[in-house]
């Protein structure tokens, strides 16, 4: 089974290169997943598709980004890939994941996760997470509460 499942059999994976990768992480709060939701409906992202759907616990509901009857009862599952392309800047991707990895998948999923990220030349990906404020070491707990952590120290940020 292939690891991302376009909803259009035509698609073509190049057309996500130089995007930025969006993921949460399901955690405190939701936080990530929240900021995902809030992200697909203000950009108004379209869904292209789902990541690895086998590898999450099954959920199925509505569509939660319905703005009208049509669409409504479009079904939403546990891993779903959304897109929104920017004339100047590539695009940005996003995996918004409605269900927790089954942890005999974890493994598996990072590596096809990282394979997909390359052959679609993704060019950054984001991870959005929350934790406890008891989890905070002491220098943390004055200043800026969020974090961000660039994988590579020499790549350029930007905010889309």
Request: proline share 4%; charged share 20%; with cysteine.
């Given at each position: 089974?292939a690891?991302?499942?376009p909803?259009?059999?035509s698609?073509?994976?190049?057309?996500l290169n130089?995007?930025?990768?969006?993921?949460?992480?399901i955690?405190v709060?939701?936080v990530?997943q929240l900021?995902?939701?809030l992200l697909?409906?203000?950009?108004k992202m379209?869904?292209?598709?789902?990541?690895?759907?086998?590898?999450?616990?099954p959920v199925?509901?509505?569509?939660a980004?319905s703005?009208c009857d049509?669409?409504?009862?479009?079904?939403?599952?546990?891993?779903e890939?959304f897109?929104k392309?920017f004339?100047?800047?590539?695009?940005?991707v996003?995996i918004q994941?409605?269900?927790p990895l089954?942890?005999?998948?974890?493994?598996?999923?990072?590596?096809r996760l990282l394979?997909?990220?390359?052959?679609?030349?993704?060019?950054?990906v984001v991870?959005?997470?929350?934790c406890h404020?008891y989890?905070?070491?002491d220098?943390?707990?004055?200043?800026?509460v969020y974090r961000?952590v660039?994988?590579?120290?020499?790549?350029?940020?930007h905010?889309?």
């Amino acid at each position: 089974m292939a690891s991302f499942l376009p909803l259009n059999e035509s698609f073509n994976v190049k057309k996500l290169n130089s995007s930025i990768l969006i993921l949460p992480s399901i955690s405190v709060g939701n936080v990530g997943q929240l900021a995902c939701d809030l992200l697909i409906t203000s950009l108004k992202m379209e869904k292209i598709g789902y990541f690895q759907p086998d590898f999450f616990l099954p959920v199925a509901g509505y569509n939660a980004f319905s703005t009208c009857d049509e669409d409504k009862y479009e079904v939403s599952i546990n891993s779903e890939v959304f897109y929104k392309s920017f004339q100047d800047d590539g695009g940005v991707v996003l995996i918004q994941f409605r269900a927790p990895l089954m942890k005999k998948f974890e493994k598996k999923f990072c590596e096809r996760l990282l394979a997909w990220v390359k052959e679609c030349e993704i060019s950054q990906v984001v991870n959005l997470t929350s934790c406890h404020s008891y989890e905070r070491v002491d220098s943390q707990l004055t200043g800026f509460v969020y974090r961000i952590v660039p994988s590579k120290l020499d790549q350029s940020w930007h905010v889309f």
